[in-house]
C-alpha cells in the first residue's frame, strides 16, 4: 500500500478546492488512519469520551544552544507563511536571515517570544503556492535532496497524509521526545488523525469544530428568539433541523444555500473506514451508510427546495451570504474569514451572524506539522513542535493574535475565563465555548488516507442524482465505486 499511497495522495489532492476567497484554512481534510482489517472481537470496548478536562500536561526543556554551529540549523517550510507566522510567538519576528515572518498586527507577540535564541538556526522559507493542489508536495519533495532539507514540514489536512504515512519521510514524534503526555490536552479527534501505526507522525495548533452558523434576524422573525441556546433546539438533531427548515420555507427563506452544504457534516458520521487494507497489502473500498446519507441528505434538500441549489464556494453560494438564506453549516474559520461581509455594502449581514453547535460534531480544514525524517536538529524540531502545539501560554497568544481556535484544552479553558473571542460578525456573540463543546463530538477514528477523493466523486454522484442523470440512490453509489476504481484500479470495490 506504501508505495501506492505517495502517488495517490497527491492526485487525491488535485481534486481540493482551495479557500483563497476566504482567506482562511483550505477544504476538508483527507482523514487519518488507514483501517487494516482485524478479526471481528466477541465485544468492542468503546474509546472514552473525549471531555473539556484538562489534565497536567509533561514539558519540555528548552534545548541549550551553546556550542551550536551551522550545522544544527534548520529550514522550516510553509505554503503560505502562516505557519511561518505563527513560529514568530517562539522565535521573535525574524528568522535566522533576518526575514520578517511575524504577520502585521501580531508584533507585540512575537517581540513577547520566550525564546529568540533560537531563531539564528531556524531558516523560515515560504513557498508562495496552494497547500492543496499537489505543488506544495512537489516543492518539499524536491527540497529533501537539496541543501536546504525541510526539517519543518507544515501540512493543510487535505493532504496531511502524504507526510504523515510516509517513514521515509517524516519521523514518530515519539522518537524525539514529544510525548502523548504533552500533547495530553489536544483534542481527541486530532491525535487520532495523526496517528499512523501507533507512531504519533504530526501535531497541530489548531482544531476546527464545525458548526451551524445562522442569520439572528432571520431566527427572530420566524423561531420568535436568536438566542443561541434557543436556536440549537431547533437543529438539534436532524429531524428538528428539518422541522426548522419547513418553518424556513413558509417564511420565505431558504434553510441553506446549497444541499452539498451538509456534506462535511455527514462526512464525519463514519461508523466505518472507507478504504480497507488486508494483511497481505490489498486494500478495498467499503462505502458504508454514511454515503448513502449524504446522497440521500443532499435529495432531500434539493427536491424539498430548502436551498437555493447553489454549489459550495461557487458565486451564487457566497452571494447569499447576504441574501435570503438562513444559515451554514460552518466552522472556526469560516465564522472569521468567510461570512465577514463588507460592512459597507447596502445588503451588509455584518453582525446579523450567530453559531450553535448544530445537529452533528464534525471539523472541516486544519494544519498539521510533521518533522523530516533526516533533519539535522531533531531537539530543535521537537521543541519547536511542542511549544507551537503543547505550551498552553504560546497557544493563548495565538487565538488571542489570530483568533484561530487552538488545539489546546488548557488555553481554551483560560480563553473562556478571560472572555476572549467575542466577534463583531456574531454581534458580539463569544464563540470559544460552542466550539469548545463541538470539538468533544468530532470522531476521526474512521477517517482514511482516500476520504477526500471518495467526497469528491459523492459530490459528482449527488449532483448526477439531483439532476435526474441516474436514478436512484443505488445507482449513486455505483457511480462512485466505478469512479474509484477507474482511478485507483488496484482498489478492490464491494
Given at each position: 500500500m506504501k508505495k501506492k499511497l505517495v502517488g495517490v495522495l497527491l492526485?487525491?489532492?488535485?481534486?481540493?478546492?482551495?479557500?483563497?476567497?476566504?482567506?482562511?484554512s483550505t477544504?476538508?481534510?483527507?482523514?487519518?488512519?488507514?483501517?487494516?482489517?482485524?478479526?471481528?472481537?466477541?465485544?468492542?470496548?468503546?474509546?472514552?469520551?473525549?471531555?473539556?478536562?484538562?489534565?497536567?500536561?509533561?514539558?519540555?526543556?528548552?534545548?541549550?544552544?551553546?556550542g551550536w554551529d551551522a550545522s544544527k540549523e534548520i529550514y522550516a517550510y510553509s505554503w503560505n507563511g502562516e505557519s511561518n507566522q505563527w513560529l514568530s510567538y517562539i522565535i521573535g519576528p525574524t528568522d535566522a536571515d533576518g526575514n520578517k515572518i511575524v504577520a502585521d498586527g501580531q508584533e507585540e507577540y512575537a517581540e513577547a517570544a520566550p525564546h529568540k535564541e533560537l531563531a539564528p538556526f531556524v531558516h523560515c522559507i515560504n513557498l508562495g503556492v496552494s497547500g492543496t493542489d499537489g505543488?506544495?508536495?512537489?516543492?518539499?519533495?524536491?527540497?529533501?535532496?537539496?541543501?536546504?532539507?525541510?526539517?519543518?514540514?507544515?501540512?493543510?489536512?487535505?493532504?496531511?497524509?502524504?507526510?504523515?504515512?510516509?517513514?521515509?519521510?517524516?519521523?514518530?514524534?515519539?522518537?524525539?521526545?514529544l510525548t502523548d503526555e504533552m500533547y495530553a490536552n489536544?483534542?481527541?479527534?486530532?491525535?487520532?488523525?495523526?496517528?499512523?501505526?501507533?507512531?504519533?507522525?504530526?501535531?497541530?495548533?489548531?482544531?476546527?469544530?464545525?458548526?451551524?452558523?445562522?442569520?439572528?434576524?432571520?431566527?427572530?422573525?420566524?423561531?420568535?428568539?436568536?438566542?443561541?441556546?434557543?436556536?440549537?433546539?431547533?437543529?438539534?438533531?436532524?429531524?428538528k433541523f428539518y422541522e426548522t427548515a419547513d418553518k424556513m420555507k413558509a417564511a420565505g427563506y431558504a434553510m441553506l444555500s446549497g444541499p452539498d452544504d451538509v456534506k462535511y457534516?455527514?462526512?464525519?458520521?463514519?461508523?466505518?473506514?472507507?478504504?480497507?487494507?488486508?494483511?497481505?497489502?490489498?486494500?478495498?473500498?467499503?462505502?458504508d451508510d454514511s454515503v448513502k446519507d449524504i446522497i440521500e441528505s443532499e435529495k432531500k434538500l434539493y427536491d424539498g427546495d430548502y436551498t437555493k441549489k447553489t454549489s459550495m464556494w461557487a458565486a451564487e453560494w457566497s452571494a447569499n451570504f447576504e441574501g435570503d438564506v438562513f444559515g451554514y453549516f460552518g466552522c472556526t474559520w469560516f465564522v472569521y474569514w468567510c461570512i465577514a461581509t463588507s460592512q459597507d455594502s447596502a445588503t451588509s449581514t455584518y453582525g446579523d451572524w450567530r453559531v450553535c453547535e448544530g445537529p452533528v460534531g464534525y471539523h472541516w480544514g486544519g494544519s498539521y506539522f510533521t518533522i523530516g525524517k533526516d533533519t539535522p536538529n531533531p531537539e530543535l524540531c521537537a521543541y519547536l513542535m511542542y511549544e507551537l502545539c503543547c505550551d498552553k501560554d504560546i497557544m493563548y497568544n495565538i487565538e488571542k493574535g489570530t483568533s484561530n481556535f487552538v488545539n489546546n484544552k488548557e488555553a481554551v479553558t483560560q480563553i473562556i475565563?478571560?472572555?476572549?473571542?467575542?466577534?463583531?460578525?456574531?454581534?458580539?456573540?463569544?464563540?470559544?465555548?460552542?466550539?469548545?463543546?463541538?470539538?468533544?463530538?468530532?470522531d476521526l477514528s474512521n477517517a482514511t488516507y482516500?476520504?477526500?477523493?471518495?467526497?469528491?466523486?459523492?459530490?459528482k454522484a449527488c449532483q448526477a442524482y439531483n439532476s435526474g442523470e441516474v436514478s436512484s440512490v443505488d445507482d449513486a453509489i455505483k457511480m462512485v465505486k466505478d469512479n474509484m476504481k477507474k482511478a485507483y484500479d488496484y482498489l478492490n470495490v464491494e
Amino acid at each position: 500500500m506504501k508505495k501506492k499511497l505517495v502517488g495517490v495522495l497527491l492526485s487525491a489532492a488535485m481534486v481540493v478546492s482551495s479557500l483563497a476567497a476566504c482567506g482562511g484554512s483550505t477544504e476538508e481534510p483527507a482523514a487519518d488512519n488507514t483501517q487494516t482489517e482485524e478479526p471481528a472481537a466477541d465485544t468492542e470496548e468503546e474509546a472514552p469520551a473525549d471531555t473539556n478536562d484538562v489534565v497536567a500536561a509533561a514539558t519540555m526543556e528548552a534545548p541549550d544552544v551553546s556550542g551550536w554551529d551551522a550545522s544544527k540549523e534548520i529550514y522550516a517550510y510553509s505554503w503560505n507563511g502562516e505557519s511561518n507566522q505563527w513560529l514568530s510567538y517562539i522565535i521573535g519576528p525574524t528568522d535566522a536571515d533576518g526575514n520578517k515572518i511575524v504577520a502585521d498586527g501580531q508584533e507585540e507577540y512575537a517581540e513577547a517570544a520566550p525564546h529568540k535564541e533560537l531563531a539564528p538556526f531556524v531558516h523560515c522559507i515560504n513557498l508562495g503556492v496552494s497547500g492543496t493542489d499537489g505543488e506544495y508536495q512537489k516543492l518539499v519533495d524536491t527540497a529533501f535532496t537539496s541543501d536546504k532539507y525541510p526539517s519543518i514540514i507544515p501540512c493543510d489536512d487535505t493532504v496531511a497524509l502524504y507526510y504523515i504515512q510516509d517513514d521515509d519521510k517524516t519521523l514518530d514524534l515519539h522518537s524525539v521526545g514529544l510525548t502523548d503526555e504533552m500533547y495530553a490536552n489536544a483534542y481527541q479527534y486530532t491525535k487520532d488523525y495523526a496517528n499512523w501505526n501507533g507512531q504519533l507522525k504530526g501535531v497541530t495548533p489548531q482544531a476546527t469544530p464545525g458548526n451551524f452558523t445562522y442569520r439572528a434576524s432571520i431566527a427572530k422573525e420566524v423561531l420568535g428568539s436568536d438566542d443561541p441556546a434557543d436556536v440549537q433546539a431547533a437543529v438539534a438533531d436532524w429531524d428538528k433541523f428539518y422541522e426548522t427548515a419547513d418553518k424556513m420555507k413558509a417564511a420565505g427563506y431558504a434553510m441553506l444555500s446549497g444541499p452539498d452544504d451538509v456534506k462535511y457534516a455527514l462526512m464525519d458520521q463514519r461508523k466505518s473506514p472507507w478504504v480497507t487494507v488486508a494483511a497481505d497489502g490489498s486494500e478495498t473500498l467499503t462505502l458504508d451508510d454514511s454515503v448513502k446519507d449524504i446522497i440521500e441528505s443532499e435529495k432531500k434538500l434539493y427536491d424539498g427546495d430548502y436551498t437555493k441549489k447553489t454549489s459550495m464556494w461557487a458565486a451564487e453560494w457566497s452571494a447569499n451570504f447576504e441574501g435570503d438564506v438562513f444559515g451554514y453549516f460552518g466552522c472556526t474559520w469560516f465564522v472569521y474569514w468567510c461570512i465577514a461581509t463588507s460592512q459597507d455594502s447596502a445588503t451588509s449581514t455584518y453582525g446579523d451572524w450567530r453559531v450553535c453547535e448544530g445537529p452533528v460534531g464534525y471539523h472541516w480544514g486544519g494544519s498539521y506539522f510533521t518533522i523530516g525524517k533526516d533533519t539535522p536538529n531533531p531537539e530543535l524540531c521537537a521543541y519547536l513542535m511542542y511549544e507551537l502545539c503543547c505550551d498552553k501560554d504560546i497557544m493563548y497568544n495565538i487565538e488571542k493574535g489570530t483568533s484561530n481556535f487552538v488545539n489546546n484544552k488548557e488555553a481554551v479553558t483560560q480563553i473562556i475565563a478571560d472572555g476572549i473571542g467575542a466577534s463583531d460578525i456574531l454581534g458580539g456573540q463569544n464563540p470559544v465555548e460552542t466550539w469548545a463543546n463541538s470539538a468533544l463530538q468530532i470522531d476521526l477514528s474512521n477517517a482514511t488516507y482516500l476520504d477526500n477523493a471518495i467526497m469528491a466523486e459523492i459530490d459528482k454522484a449527488c449532483q448526477a442524482y439531483n439532476s435526474g442523470e441516474v436514478s436512484s440512490v443505488d445507482d449513486a453509489i455505483k457511480m462512485v465505486k466505478d469512479n474509484m476504481k477507474k482511478a485507483y484500479d488496484y482498489l478492490n470495490v464491494e
